[in-house]
């Protein structure tokens, strides 16, 4: 337990550390990466190139020291972020350097101004942050391993097939290369994917989602070639394209993640909102859907830019004839030539194509997509006055405020 004078001078130092925190968090990883190179096998380099990290824990870091003395109210980000950890093999012996090396940084950034007294302080907030995460992350591989199917660490998996979906998105069909049972998992969970790219110096890990409902057969992901004009293209997914095919070899952990359906246990109808590759921990989720509940009322949106990128149409199309209540509607955003009608849109989904949705009061909403999309989504449902708890996202990157 940490001590009223400790709590108080954590709370009086974190409008400081808020001001510094991503200021902090930079040099505290360019001298962590600097001393211990190896976590780069960890850590997404992109992310840190893009500030995207950095801001996560520095938030999350202040965050929690907020409501140290209270730090439950806090646990359903802390087990988000702790599924991401394990699905890393961040490991208890991490904290402790992670733990120096943020103290460090505190010191290097505020200077004169971070006292002995502040910096233990920070020290004893930091040990009780870390042990809450250890704590919960303990279960975790503890339940990865033990579920039925499950394992510790990275599992080489085998590429049983490749399917192109669209002109930019490839799924690859995953089984256990030891030929062991494919465990079952919660649809809208992902895995994280670990490859080594000849050349580089460092392993690669990237998650993503299943996109398709839990079966015996395979684990599938759908993987979006990530090539924009001007900018690096993406490493993981166009080494996957081009470099990975049947019978190649990539090591996964055990599916992860708090965007799941089960969160939501009533028989609400459902929404399920997708643009571009976000739709694949949905197409899981309606698949799963149509095997176990096809009398449920489902209505599915997927936004595209048209229908050359788009991916699953035809699976999509295939749910038709299988859930009794299924309303599919296609958003394309560019403009296109041909009909439009209630399936198929031109435009955005935004707050005035949400309220032509109709969707009852008592729907549950699961969105996946770009920030940007994300953002729009779900402020365009405040608008609508749909209340938080109904409406639930993944990101596919670090997770971000979008309000
Ligand atoms: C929970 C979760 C689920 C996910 N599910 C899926 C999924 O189902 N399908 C899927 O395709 N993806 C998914 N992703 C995203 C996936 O993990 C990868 O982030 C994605 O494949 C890009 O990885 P990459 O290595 O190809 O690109 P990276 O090398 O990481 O680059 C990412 C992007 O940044 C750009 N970039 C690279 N370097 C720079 C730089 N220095 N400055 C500016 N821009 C730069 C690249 O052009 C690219 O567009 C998911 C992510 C998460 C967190
Ligand atoms: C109390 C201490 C810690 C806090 C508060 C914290 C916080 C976070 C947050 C907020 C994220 C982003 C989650 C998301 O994807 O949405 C994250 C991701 C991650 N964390 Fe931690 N973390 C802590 C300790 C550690 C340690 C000890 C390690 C291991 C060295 C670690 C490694 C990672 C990695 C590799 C990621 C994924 C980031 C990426 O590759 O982009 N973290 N952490």
Partial sequence: ?????????????????????????????????????????????????????????????????????????????????????RSLMVKPEHYPIVGEYLLAAIKEVLGDAATDEIIGAWGEAYGVIAQVFIDIEKEMYEEA??????????????????????????????????????????????????????????????????????????????????????????????????????????????????????????????????????????????????????GRKVTFVQAAKNPRVQAFQNELESLEDKLSDFRLTFVYSEQMGGEQNDKIKQGHVDEEFLRNLKADADSEYYICGPVPFLKAVTSGLRELEIPDEKVHFEFFGPAEAIH
């Fill in 1 to 85: 337990m940490l001590s009223q004078q400790t709590i108080q001078i954590i709370k009086a130092t974190v409008p400081v550390l808020e001001a510094k925190g991503v200021e902090i968090t930079t040099v505290f990883y360019r001298n962590l990466f600097q001393d211990y190179p190896q976590l780069l096998n960890i850590f997404n380099q992109t992310n840190q190139k893009k500030g995207r990290q950095q801001t996560a824990l520095a938030n999350t870091v202040l965050a929690a020291a907020k409501y140290i003395d209270r730090l439950e109210t806090i646990l359903p980000v802390v087990k988000q972020i702790a599924q991401k950890h």
């Fill in 145 to 294: 391993e033990q579920r039925s199917g499950g394992w510790a660490d990275f599992k080489e998996f085998i590429v049983a097939d490749k399917v192109k979906e669209s002109e930019v998105i490839t799924s690859f069909y995953l089984k256990p290369v030891d030929g062991g049972m494919v465990p079952s998992f919660i649809p809208g969970q992902y895995v994280t994917v670990r490859v080594k790219i000849p050349g580089e110096e460092y392993l690669v890990n990237r998650q993503y989602s299943l996109s398709a409902a839990p079966n015996k057969e395979s684990f599938r992901v759908s993987v979006k070639r990530e090539k924009e004009p001007n900018t690096p293209e993406g490493r993981a997914s166009n080494y996957l394209h081009d470099q990975v095919g049947v019978n190649d070899r990539i090591a996964l952990t055990v599916p992860a993640g708090v965007f799941t359906l089960e969160a939501e246990k009533n028989k609400a109808p459902l929404v399920f909102i997708g643009a571009g590759v976000g739709v694949t921990p949905l197409m899981s989720m309606v698949q799963s859907i149509a095997k176990q509940e096809p």
